[in-house]
């Protein structure tokens, strides 16, 4: 078990050093993590390429399934494995794979790697499949709805895509996402600062959730415990749901939020009862490791 959990707003601390690439400032996430009761942030799961395999003796895979929620690199990864290819080369294909990003990307595709079911046609190679997670994604998001929703909330379609990421992290389920895009907006638009502990460990490049005290000290622009507004790109590759909740939060006054235990998360604009219910979420995780433990 990691050491310290943390949640939305339980160590709030301002800080005035906002990346240059935002043009908006965001708010600190709340779910809180509870691994032995099994909510695992959805961002940071183990990369497993997930195949449809034909029915020959050779058992070829004939499509590869990107999950909603897989940063990048699990996405290279998969890539690597399912066309058996040496580890790292998809990643280092980048540079000649002339992906059509947005000019706020600076050439990294994160959270343009669009979840779907890509079949493997001809020949496949990790430019072709990028290129076509890429072209998913610019028809997904630059279409009018997303675009008009991205401008309705003073933001830019890259923008969107980040919170959108955020989102895709930290929910515990899809009923949440509205409501977690919500604490988002919400806190922004008071100045706070994000402390999510899935830009954290996106910063650390770790899979386990959970965040310590000198997690959150790390240097990094993704650190939001250090840093004001959005972190410079967006933290995993989001699907659809995400990025509708992004420009269509669910109405309400909420600051804080935290996961007592597996489908109760719970939403508040109260600091005190915010703590209730950290305390609570305590509690619930120390049964559990007892009831683990016997």
Request: glycine share 6%; proline share 8%.
């Given at each position: ?7 939305a ?7 005035t ?30 990369a ?47 540079a ?27 020949k ?8 076509r997670?890429?072209?998913?994604a ?39 996402m ?11 638009e ?7 502990d ?18 959150t ?47 109760d ?5 109260d600091y ?14 120390k ?6 433990e016997?």
């Amino acid at each position: 078990m990691p050491g310290l959990w943390r949640c939305a707003g339980y160590r709030a601390r301002m800080q005035t050093n906002t990346p240059s690439r935002n043009t908006i400032r965001l708010t600190r996430r709340g779910r809180f993590a509870l691994a032995t009761l099994g909510a695992v942030v959805a961002g940071t799961a183990v990369a497993v390429p997930l195949l449809i395999m034909d029915g020959d003796e050779e058992k070829r895979p004939t499509a590869l399934i990107v999950p909603e929620g897989w940063r990048a690199s699990q996405v290279y990864a998969a890539i690597d494995k399912t066309l058996d290819l040496p580890a790292g080369t998809t990643k280092k294909s980048l540079a000649k794979a002339d992906l059509k990003l947005p000019n706020e990307a600076e050439g990294n595709p994160e959270g343009y790697l669009f979840p779907a079911t890509y079949p493997l046609q001809e020949k496949p190679t990790p430019q072709k499949l990028l290129a076509r997670m890429v072209e998913a994604a610019d028809k997904k998001f630059n279409g009018a709805p997303i675009a008009a929703g991205a401008q309705r909330n003073a933001m830019n379609v890259y923008q969107a895509v980040t919170v959108a990421s955020i989102v895709q992290a930290e929910a515990a389920t899809r009923a949440d996402m509205g409501k977690v895009a919500r604490v988002i907006f919400n806190r922004l638009e008071r100045g706070m600062p994000l402390q999510m502990d899935s830009t954290v460990s996106y910063a650390l490049n770790r899979s386990t959730p959970g965040t310590t005290k000198a997690d959150t000290e790390v240097d990094s622009p993704y650190n939001s415990y250090r840093r004001m507004g959005l972190p410079p790109t967006p933290i995993d590759n989001p699907g659809e749901e995400a990025v509708r909740a992004a420009i269509s939060p669910t109405p309400g006054d909420w600051l804080y939020f935290v996961t007592v235990k597996p489908g109760d998360t719970r939403f508040t604009a109260d600091y005190a009862e915010h703590e209730r219910n950290v305390a609570e979420s305590h509690a619930q995780r120390k049964t559990a490791q007892a009831t683990a433990e016997k």
